[in-house]
Nanobody, 125 residues
Framework: QAQLVQSGGGLVQPGGSLRLSCTAS????????IGWFRQAPGKEREGVSC????????FLIESVRGRFTISTDDSKNTVYLQMNSLKPEDTAVYYC??????????????????WGQGTQVTVSS
């Protein structure tokens, strides 16, 4: 299984921005997908975005489209979730996860078998 280390997150006012990072290692294939998920208190874990590192396919759920962006660095070892125009309803613990080998990507949590440690994002004035 891959190992994922997250960074970023924190407290931000509504309308602010944060960038989450997910650095991955231990893959046996470059055809892997990375997903970002979030879980608010009392709610189920929700898929937010995903990207396939090899073919570049990416997806964002409708509620974050136009505000969040998913990308990779040149080495393709780190995946970023840039979050702009944050809203209080974006408050949650955010997780990255990986699955390989995989074509395209999906945002269903059950498809992923390696998870990061999670990071808190709080949007509040």
């Amino acid at each position: 299984q891959a190992q994922l280390v997250q960074s970023g997150g924190g407290l931000v006012q509504p309308g602010g921005s944060l960038r989450l990072s997910c650095t991955a290692s231990g893959f046996t294939s470059d055809a892997h997908a990375i997903g970002w998920f979030r879980q608010a208190p009392g709610k189920e874990r929700e898929g937010v975005s995903c990207i396939n590192v090899k073919d570049g396919y990416s997806f964002l759920i409708e509620s974050v489209r136009g505000r969040f962006t998913i990308s990779t660095d040149d080495s393709k070892n780190t995946v970023y979730l840039q979050m702009n125009s944050l809203k209080p309803e974006d408050t949650a613990v955010y997780y990255c996860a990986a699955v390989e080998p995989y074509r395209l990507c999906v945002i269903g949590p059950s498809e992923y078998d390696s998870w990061g440690q999670g990071t808190q994002v709080t949007v509040s004035s």
